[in-house]
């Protein structure tokens, strides 16, 4: 079962219906969830990888930013890239921390919503890419990454 998956799963099972933005949605408040190296096996489409290479581009400050403060210690809590919700294209991820302990890496993203249909492998392929460049790293080497989303939801039909 792939992480998209079981988080629609759990949704389906846990979740509570609702209308935002005048669509149905079902929805879950407050999950963290864990991926393990597994997880990040997936494919993305053109478009996905577009959008993924426009985030990245328009975050590179703030990444290269986060790699300076892990290149003077690779042990820092302070490895964190933070997204603008005001922009014009206002992000879902407010965070993300990149931690490495015993030559492992642990990502942490934090997002205000998550639409586990439309955007789940792009975020997670945001998260992966970003903390692979500020340590210079491998895929093997992530842990695993923890991510917590205020509202995790999908679109009912």
Do not use: W
Request: charged fraction near 30%.
């Amino acid at each position: 079962m792939t992480i998209q998956e079981r988080l629609h799963e759990m949704i389906r099972v846990h979740g509570h219906q609702c209308v935002v933005n005048k669509k149905k949605t079902k929805e879950l408040l407050g999950v963290t969830f864990t991926l393990s190296k597994e997880d990040f096996d997936y494919t993305l489409t053109k478009t996905q990888q577009k959008y993924v290479y426009d985030k990245l581009r328009a975050y590179r400050k703030e990444v290269s930013r986060a790699k300076c403060r892990y290149i003077r210690d690779s042990n820092t809590r302070q490895a964190v890239v933070t997204f603008s919700i005001t922009s014009n294209t206002p992000n879902c991820i407010l965070s993300i921390q990149v931690l490495t302990r015993r030559s492992r890496i642990y990502i942490m993203v934090n997002s205000r919503s998550l639409d586990i249909s439309n955007k789940l492998y792009q975020d997670l392929e945001i998260a992966r890419k970003i903390a692979l460049e500020i340590t210079d790293s491998k895929t093997d080497d992530i842990k695993f990454l923890r991510f917590f989303a205020g509202n995790l939801h999908y679109y009912v039909k």
